[in-house]
């Protein structure tokens, strides 16, 4: 079985049919989505500001205690929702590039989150409230120009 | 180079997070990251110079998310016509029971930029029934 044939697999699966066939189904889906990644990307942006100096008056470490968690709740609708919508236009997608240059820049997302909760957030307690360590700003940067660019992608992969 | 504009701007120069114009610069940078994204509108990918009318039998239907369509043969040439989405088509009247295989319909659209025999629909005419679809 080739790669292509999973896709034609998942596509004509009842479930992806159903939701193709169904009027309001695929647009709540939809909402599901965007409401997942509302959660995601907003509780990373919120945590990035402060990270880039925004309410100083908050600690750092009160702020991801409180963002951060809703983050990665969130994506346990994110994803199911994101797979729902991916089966349901299977063959199309697996060809679009915007869609695939999405999931790359997914990827490089968490890894820039990984690599900034594996090495520069655990000495958080010694960062004093007007000192962010450099690594920590640029993570923030990141953050913030590959979640936009994400977004951007998903909305995207209807134009071309 | 959007975020290389805004540390450039003088006053932010020498610590571009300290001071006050430092809320009003993140808030640029983001704004700038959104700019690149209207780039492309619905229906950007036709040619909306070139009206297509057609007139012919329905060969193939889809009354399918997110863009309904149907296949029409005009002239010995098969067409993909891109229609609206299934609720907007239902709501508007055009039911999935008018859209058989063997009826005559006339569509009003444009052609695809770069997909051959490929046309969006503005309107669909059937059993002298016109939805407009947009």
């Known amino acids: 079985m080739q790669t292509a044939d999973v896709f034609e697999w998942l596509e004509y699966s009842h479930l992806a049919v159903y939701i193709r066939q169904s009027p309001l189904l695929f647009p709540a889906i939809e909402i599901v989505h965007i409401i997942g990644f509302i959660f995601l990307v907003g509780s990373a942006f919120l945590f990035d500001l402060r990270l880039l100096g925004i309410a100083r008056k908050l600690s750092v470490k009160e702020v991801a205690g409180y963002v951060l968690p809703w983050s990665r709740r969130s994506l346990l609708i994110v994803v199911p929702s994101g797979l729902l919508l991916f089966i349901s236009q299977a063959t199309a997608l697996s060809t679009n590039g915007v869609f695939g240059l999405k999931l790359i820049l997914i990827l490089v997302a968490f890894t820039n989150a990984a690599i900034f909760h594996r090495f520069t957030f655990p000495t958080v307690s010694n960062w004093s409230a007007s000192e962010i360590p450099v690594a920590a700003k640029a993570a923030a940067l990141i953050s913030l120009v590959l979640w936009t660019a994400v977004i951007s992608c998903g909305r995207l992969i209807a134009y071309f | ?134």
Request: glycine share 6%; charged share 25%; proline share 4%.
């Open chain 2, 1 to 134: 180079m959007f975020i290389l504009v805004s540390i450039k701007s003088k006053d932010m120069k020498r610590n571009i997070f300290d001071g006050k114009g430092k809320q009003v610069a993140l808030l640029f940078i983001i704004l700038s990251l959104f700019a690149f994204a209207p780039l492309h509108h619905g229906w950007s990918s036709y040619d909306q110079t070139k009206p297509l009318n057609f007139t012919g039998t329905i060969l193939e239907t889809g009354y399918e998310n997110p863009h309904g369509m149907i296949k029409l043969e005009v002239k010995k040439k098969k067409w993909t016509v891109v229609l609206a989405p299934p609720a907007r088509m239902e709501s508007r009247g055009l039911t999935q029971d008018m859209l058989k295989v063997g009826a005559t319909a006339t569509v009003v659209g444009y052609p695809h930029l770069k997909v051959k025999d490929e046309m969006r629909a503005e309107r669909i005419t059937i059993d002298n029934k016109t939805t407009e679809l947009r």
